[in-house]
């Protein structure tokens, strides 16, 4: 059985949701297996499906491999008949999914009642049985540091007579201003103290969580604008130039479906590049929108989600004002917050080392991601975006910068760029946009280009023509330093991206050709595949660059390079032209560089397996345990790295381009919003390496 931790609170609205969300992350940075489990629970019925709202959220999580049913352990309605034929029941099932993980984390029930004499000593009850110290979650709304200090001397009390043991104390919620004070005083508690700040968009409820109160419905509207959040309702109770005053970002505005005039006047300043950006518009009454009305607003294709309810405007802002949001699976900008919350605030190291936590010596592909993403933080870069404008890369700016991933540029007209990020709910108020059609900075790029170019051909006029593609305005921010590295592709080419960066970035001294090379996390180990998606046919030389470039990528993450140089022949079993060169290359990296352990040429089964090892290369201090694969060409990398994605069900992070003397990489035009949060992270810890 591995470690384990049980989250409690003494009063509801604490925010424990966060905490366990971010207890569970780090978890997942240290151990291959993560287990949650939630002894008490209450189905929601209303809002979730008759699912525990905080189970789905962590079950959710990419780390639990567990099904949510196999997380659960009694309802309340089993505490209040029996508590002690319940204990027994929780500490049965909590050992079920024990044996199977390598560390558990146990989120204790809400705040309901559940028994005599408290329910946080039927939670310090159950602690004890299932022998899990308890990270003790505070309230921090409202209260000063004196007041958290003697609630969790209160609770400590508790803890001890039910013989649970603690292992440290956070308060949530706690006035930005108040943050050390309220560590100060936590800190003779028992257990480390840590202190995370009020968030109000955590309490935001989205507009999904809007309609079960008013027993909504959703008229016209994208459906996934309703995970947008919802700051505040304007009540359009007056003149329509007065409800135009009164909006702002956020808002949820609450008028009846008899006022066309409103919804109209609403729906066109939430258009508008000189209003804010509404969440949402809830028509009351149960009257119908004019036909005449429906039909202008489908056919300019509004996509602010618009509901009904039978409800009058008293009934149904009443109902409105009462909701209150929480933390689920479906608020990934909560989720996000969240997350970066935990990190800024919380010496997670410090935490899992007073849980004993141990580090796996498994890789898993959460792990990989999470390496990415602390070296990118821990050095913050500046990255550029060219394609500002793409719906994909906004959403992935909101997680960048929210997690503080990196600083961040995007090109493209600002106008556009803010009202795209607002229709979607994504916070870029800390990244800078540049339109690269009208920005005073693309005279400048343009004489640096000409100068850098002239000998090409390309003169001022030319120059200034080019810098207006986002691509080159993109790569020249690099070459000047204006920025550190660049991200494209989602929208564009290869070949678009790249271009630029062979002509004006250029190629490492020593090395003829720029390359790729895909991250392969398989289910508890990282390879290194290049090239699989620049060079179709290198020669010994280039694959020989393609080598020492990849096994230098491999160090910069920290992989031990062991280079298999692939082909269909190992050792001297074959013969032909496509062996040779493999063979000629294997030679050349020994030469340039005796320090890197290679093999070739060498098959994938004598490079990956230790058993086929023994047979085919005896003795090869490479083969059977190669982390760097080098294939011949790109008709094979690509098929297999391809293969390898889909069949052994791994996660390719890539491509990566290496060989520049400043990093520039590529997105797939089918890239997710974590693919391109990946591939600005490694381009960040790229320029922290410096040059390839």
């Known amino acids: 059985m591995g470690s384990s931790v049980y989250i409690a609170s003494v009063e509801g609205s604490t925010g424990k949701s966060t905490v366990a969300l971010g207890v569970l992350q780090q978890l997942s940075r240290r151990v291959e297996r993560v287990a949650v489990f939630r002894p008490i629970v209450r189905p929601d019925t209303a809002m979730h499906g008759g699912r525990d709202y905080v189970l789905d959220l962590l079950t959710a999580h990419d780390a639990v491999q567990l099904a949510y049913d196999d997380c659960l352990g009694v309802r309340y309605d089993e505490v209040h008949a029996d508590p002690d034929a319940a204990l027994d029941e929780i500490v049965q099932r909590y050992h079920q999914i024990a044996d199977r993980a390598d560390a558990v984390l146990v989120v204790g029930s809400d705040y309901t009642d559940v028994g005599s004499p408290t329910e946080f000593s039927y939670n310090a009850r159950i602690a004890a049985n299932l022998g899990t110290p308890v990270l003790l979650v505070l309230n921090g709304f409202q209260h000063s540091p004196h007041d958290l200090r003697a609630i969790a001397d209160m609770a400590v009390g508790e803890l001890r007579e039910n013989h649970g043991s603690l292992a440290a104390v956070l308060a949530n919620r706690v006035d930005p201003q108040q943050l050390d004070d309220a560590v100060a005083a936590l800190a003779g508690v028992g257990g480390s103290a840590f202190a995370l700040p009020e968030e109000p968009l955590l309490s935001q409820p989205t507009v999904a969580d809007l309609l079960p109160p008013v027993n909504g419905r959703l008229l016209s509207g994208d459906p996934t604008l309703l995970t947008r959040e919802v700051t505040g309702l304007v009540v359009a109770g007056m003149t329509m130039p007065n409800v135009l005053d009164r909006l702002f970002d956020g808002a949820a505005v609450v008028t009846a479906a008899d006022r066309p005039e ?207 593609d986002v691509s080159y305005f993109g790569t020249m921010m690099v070459q000047l330093g204006l920025a550190d590295g660049m991200v494209s592709g989602a929208a564009h080419t290869t070949a678009h991206t790249i271009r630029p960066a062979l002509e004006i970035v250029k190629t490492v001294p020593g090395v003829s050709v720029v390359s790729s090379v895909f991250f392969m996390c398989l289910q508890n180990q990282v390879l290194v595949y290049g090239d699989c998606a620049v060079n179709p046919d290198p020669t010994a030389e280039q694959l020989a660059d393609i080598a020492i470039s990849s096994a230098a990528t491999a160090v910069a993450f920290g992989i031990e390079p062991r280079l298999a140089m692939l082909s269909y022949s190992t050792g001297m079993s074959g013969a032909g032209t496509d062996v040779e060169k493999v063979s000629k290359a294997t030679a050349i990296i020994r030469a340039r560089a005796p320090e890197l352990p290679v093999e070739g040429p060498i098959q994938y089964d004598a490079a990956i397996d230790s058993a086929v090892a023994r047979t085919k290369l005896p003795g090869s201090p490479v083969a059977g345990r190669a982390t760097v694969f080098v294939f011949p060409d790109l008709n094979t990398g690509n098929n297999t790295y391809k293969a390898v994605q889909r069949s052994a069900n791994a996660v390719a992070v890539g491509p990566v381009l290496q060989g520049l003397r400043k990093p520039v990489n590529d997105l797939s035009r089918g890239a997710t919003v974590r693919d391109i949060v990946n591939t600005v992270a490694i381009t960040a810890v790229q320029a922290q390496q410096g040059a390839r």
């Open 262 to 468: 409103v919804v109209l006047g609403v729906v066109v300043a939430h258009a508008s590049l000189n209003f804010p950006q509404i969440s949402a518009v809830v028509l009351n009454g149960g009257f119908t929108l004019p036909t005449q009305v429906q039909r202008l607003l489908d056919g300019v294709g509004v996509t602010l989600p618009i509901i009904e309810t039978t409800l009058d405007t008293q009934a149904t802002s009443a109902a409105l004002t009462a909701v209150r949001g929480r933390l689920t699976k479906n608020s990934p900008r909560k989720v996000d917050a969240a997350l970066a919350l935990f990190e800024q605030h919380v010496n997670s190291d410090a935490l899992l080392d007073q849980l004993e936590v141990a580090r796996s010596s498994a890789v898993t592909p959460l792990m990989f991601e999470h390496q990415l993403i602390d070296e990118a933080v821990a050095q913050r870069k500046h990255i550029v975006l060219p394609e500002g404008e793409e719906e994909r890369i906004l959403r992935a700016a909101d997680v960048l910068l929210r997690r503080g991933v990196a600083d961040l540029t995007l090109l493209g007209s600002p106008v556009v760029i803010s009202a795209k990020a607002a229709a979607l709910g994504a916070d870029l108020s800390t990244a800078r946009f540049v339109d690269p059609e009208r920005d005073q900075l693309g005279e400048r790029l343009a004489t640096e280009l000409h100068q850098l170019r002239q000998h090409r051909g390309v003169d001022l006029d030319r120059a200034r023509e080019l810098v207006r």
